[in-house]
């Protein structure tokens, strides 16, 4: 496999805090604020918050967290944008403290002359390949999930992009369960998990 094809397509990034008082003039300046610099075109309101949207991204702010999904073209620009909207509306909320922090990317890598299905089985999974036929016809792929407890908790999925056999999906999801107050303290561990996504996975896609 050519693993320098490997690509970051997603960013999703969340804080959780305790239960807090929202309301609604408050998002709707936090709104205001964030369009003055990224244009969400639909602000829909939620029983417990609201969600900023465009065709690229969107962003919640409800009562118990805060979480950007946005597609990734650079992952520097991606990244500085999740910083700077949990700024903003940290700036009018001030939350005291915040519980967990996690960041999941999802990536993509294509293949050749196979498919993604085949390479996941024919490498990580052949010497179990003849038993999988115990669970019956109808076998379109399986996948790889790992768990670590290292620098926070690392699950890692690697499987077959079900719907496009000619690329095998990659999401990483880093959980950092240990309470902070600083908002901007989250930008290395956001740097880590694409550190860990372009090594040691990159690393392992290699090896398969």
């Given at each position: 496999m050519?693993?320098e094809?490997?690509?970051?397509?997603?960013?999703?990034?969340?804080?959780?805090?305790?239960?807090?008082?929202?309301?609604?003039?408050?998002?709707?300046?936090?709104?205001?604020?964030?369009?003055?610099?990224y244009p969400?075109?639909?602000?829909?309101?939620l029983?417990?918050?609201?969600r900023?949207?465009?065709?690229?991204?969107?962003?919640?702010?409800?009562?118990?967290?805060?979480?950007?999904?946005?597609?990734?073209?650079?992952?520097?620009?991606?990244?500085?944008?999740?910083?700077?909207?949990?700024?903003?509306?940290?700036?009018?909320?001030?939350?005291?403290?915040?519980?967990?922090f996690?960041?999941?990317?999802?990536?993509f890598?294509?293949?050749?002359?196979?498919?993604?299905?085949?390479i996941?089985?024919?490498?990580a999974?052949?010497?179990?390949?003849?038993?999988?036929?115990?669970l019956?016809?109808?076998?379109?792929?399986?996948?790889?999930?790992?768990?670590?407890?290292?620098?926070?908790?690392?699950?890692?999925?690697?499987?077959?992009?079900?719907?496009?056999?000619?690329?095998?999906?990659?999401?990483?999801?880093?959980?950092?369960p240990?309470p902070f107050?600083?908002?901007?303290s989250?930008?290395?561990?956001?740097d880590a998990?694409?550190?860990y996504?372009?090594?040691?996975?990159?690393n392992?896609?290699?090896?398969?």
């Amino acid at each position: 496999m050519k693993t320098e094809l490997l690509t970051c397509r997603r960013l999703t990034a969340g804080v959780v805090y305790p239960p807090y008082q929202l309301q609604q003039q408050q998002v709707n300046r936090i709104y205001a604020d964030i369009t003055e610099r990224y244009p969400y075109q639909t602000l829909q309101h939620l029983p417990d918050g609201a969600r900023m949207a465009n065709p690229t991204g969107d962003f919640f702010i409800q009562t118990t967290r805060l979480q950007v999904n946005e597609t990734v073209d650079y992952f520097q620009a991606a990244k500085e944008k999740a910083l700077d909207l949990f700024g903003l509306a940290q700036e009018r909320l001030q939350i005291p403290q915040f519980l967990t922090f996690g960041v999941k990317l999802t990536a993509f890598l294509p293949v050749e002359g196979t498919t993604s299905a085949e390479i996941i089985e024919n490498s990580a999974l052949s010497s179990i390949r003849d038993t999988m036929d115990i669970l019956g016809p109808g076998r379109k792929g399986v996948g790889l999930r790992f768990v670590l407890h290292q620098n926070g908790i690392h699950e890692l999925k690697i499987e077959p992009f079900f719907s496009d056999l000619s690329q095998i999906y990659i999401e990483l999801d880093v959980q950092h369960p240990t309470p902070f107050t600083d908002i901007s303290s989250v930008e290395p561990h956001i740097d880590a998990a694409y550190d860990y996504l372009f090594h040691e996975v990159q690393n392992f896609l290699e090896a398969l």
